[in-house]
């Protein structure tokens, strides 16, 4: 395992920071790097208060030193999956870092914003009206199913295959366990990602849950997902 692709970033990383973005002269960006970890760390914050210890960081690139990559975590603000980008080139990794620094900027905007409306708020005439709300939480829940419709209908994703459904079974001397799979493949028209939907439902003892995920990957990702499919349909299993 070699760090020395590390170093090398590092230093073009600290050499380009600067001309990334033009809010970067207005705010003070820290930049720093964490090689006490299995995976060390590009660290960006941004120094917050009047102590010069305080910081909010806002984006976090880890690097793989077996694999020799560098990647990172993003929550998909359609759909709040959790994604894993890599990183190919330091354009990729600036890139990635100006998203990310005006994405915060942008939560920043939304918390002062939320901060004032909750001021106004404290003054209404009636506050007795905002009394029942707190009594009744039922009333909010409404708002949460139409938020959860909102996400399982993903409108930015045009699915572009039937959809595939797999049944399976597992006997055991502890019960029988049934899995009903549903598969989707899409893609993301304004990115051209492509989107893997994987929706289980497991019945178990009379007892049934419900698991769905969604996978994201960049067109260049896919041979090398349909190698390690291919990888583990050929392996040997003893057992078969």
């Known amino acids: 395992m070699s760090l020395e692709w590390f170093y090398r970033m590092e230093h073009a990383v600290r050499q380009s920071l600067p001309g990334i973005c033009e809010g970067f002269d207005e705010l003070n960006i820290v930049f720093d790097t964490d090689t006490t970890t299995k995976h060390p760390s ?102 949460d199913d139409e938020f959860e419709e909102d996400v399982e209908e993903n409108d930015s994703i045009e699915w572009i295959t039937n959809d595939k459904y797999a049944h399976i079974e597992e006997h055991s001397p502890n019960g029988d366990i049934e899995y009903n799979i549903h598969y989707k493949l899409g893609i993301v028209p304004e990115t051209g990602d492509g989107v893997l939907l994987r929706n289980t439902v497991t019945k178990e003892n009379g007892e049934e849950s419900e698991e769905g995920i969604m996978i994201f990957f960049k067109e260049e990702e896919a041979p090398y997902i349909k190698d390690l499919i291919g990888e583990y349909l050929a392996r040997e299993v003893p057992y078969r």
């Open 42 to 143: 590009f660290i960006f914050s941004v120094a917050v208060g009047f102590d010069e210890g305080e910081q909010e960081s806002f984006c976090l690139i880890h690097f793989d030193p077996v694999n020799q990559e560098f990647y990172c975590y993003h929550s998909e603000e359609d759909t709040a999956f959790e994604t894993k980008a890599l990183f190919g080139n330091l354009d990729e990794m600036l890139a990635f870092i100006h998203d990310a620094f005006h994405e915060y900027l942008d939560e920043m905007e939304d918390a002062d914003f939320d901060e004032e409306d909750e001021e106004f708020d404290d003054y209404d005439d009636d506050p007795e009206e905002f009394d029942d709300y707190d009594d009744d939480p039922e009333e909010f829940d409404d708002y």
